[in-house]
């Protein structure tokens, strides 16, 4: 069994549980691509069995979320989940909000919140932050494509729809949105509602699938790729799936590979006239 599932995982819980319940559904190894934070809910696109090894590409892809921020208090995880402290100052205008939210869309150096995963000498942030370790953590570049207020959801809560690229903190926009407009600020609530190709609207509670009903909800590994599709014969087809790479007038990037049963095996690449086999899913 191989493919992916759309779960729309519940807030409040972990991603590797919402992953275990698919594993013992299926009884095969499966992966997320892609984790949540248990605040958050939404989309997270879950991989069975040899569709994990897809990982890499589904990583780096476009996010969409619809995130509420709240002003006037700071946290230590940037969330509602940590030490939250009342901080005051004046609560911004939509109007205000608005005018700076350009800003922070483009490619820009976002610093990680310090409760997150990212490694320090091989710790984790999370692991020091708990520990009473003082760290700095170095700025990334990322994408923020799009970012639009949507609403006033109380007197100091703001909902955002937010469209960025993978590695993106949504607390870390939070943080950054309040210093601009010279008041502290963090997220209270996130849902994932796009993740590449995998969209909210095709997901799933786990909660509501059996061992009888599952596969109606697996997605063929090879729809979700973008890709132009390959089908080799013959002596080229022998030495690709042996892992020879053949000649090709294919034009350079990447294809769907198909077995000369039809069967999807894997994805190649095309360079400089030559083709070779770069993932096997089959």
Excluded: W
């Amino acid at each position: 069994m191989t493919g992916f599932i759309i779960v729309n995982k519940a807030e409040g819980v972990s991603s590797a549980r919402e992953v275990n319940i698919i594993k013992k559904l299926t009884n095969t190894s499966c992966g997320h691509m892609g984790t949540l934070d248990p605040m958050a809910s939404g989309v997270l696109p879950v991989a069975i069995g040899n569709a994990a090894r897809l990982f890499d590409y589904f990583l780096s892809k476009r996010k969409t979320y619809i995130a509420t921020f709240v002003f006037g208090c700071d946290s230590d995880t940037l969330d509602t989940t940590g030490n939250v402290i009342e901080t005051g100052g004046k609560i911004p205008t939509e109007a205000e909000i608005e005018a700076v939210l350009p800003n922070l869309v483009g490619e820009v150096l976002q610093i990680p919140p310090k409760y997150s995963a990212k490694n320090i000498d091989g710790k984790r942030g999370y692991q020091l932050a708990r520990a009473g370790i003082d760290f700095e953590l170095p700025p990334k570049k990322v994408n923020i494509y799009s970012i639009h207020l949507l609403k006033k959801v109380n007197e100091r809560s703001f909902a955002f729809e937010i469209e960025c690229g993978g590695g993106t903190y949504i607390r870390s926009i939070a943080r950054d949105l309040g210093t601009m407009l010279d008041i502290k600020a963090i997220m209270s609530a996130l849902i994932r509602t796009k993740s590449g190709v995998f969209d909210l609207n095709a997901s799933v509670e786990t909660g509501n699938l059996t061992k009888e009903n599952i596969e109606k909800y697996i997605i063929k590994t090879d729809d979700v790729l973008p890709f132009e599709s390959f089908h080799p014969t013959g002596n080229e087809a022998k030495k690709l799936f042996n892992g020879l790479t053949v000649n090709s007038s294919l034009s350079d990037g990447t294809y769907k590979v198909y077995c000369t049963d039809g069967s999807f095996y894997g994805l190649a690449e095309a360079k400089d006239n030559i083709l070779r086999v770069r993932t096997k899913l089959c």
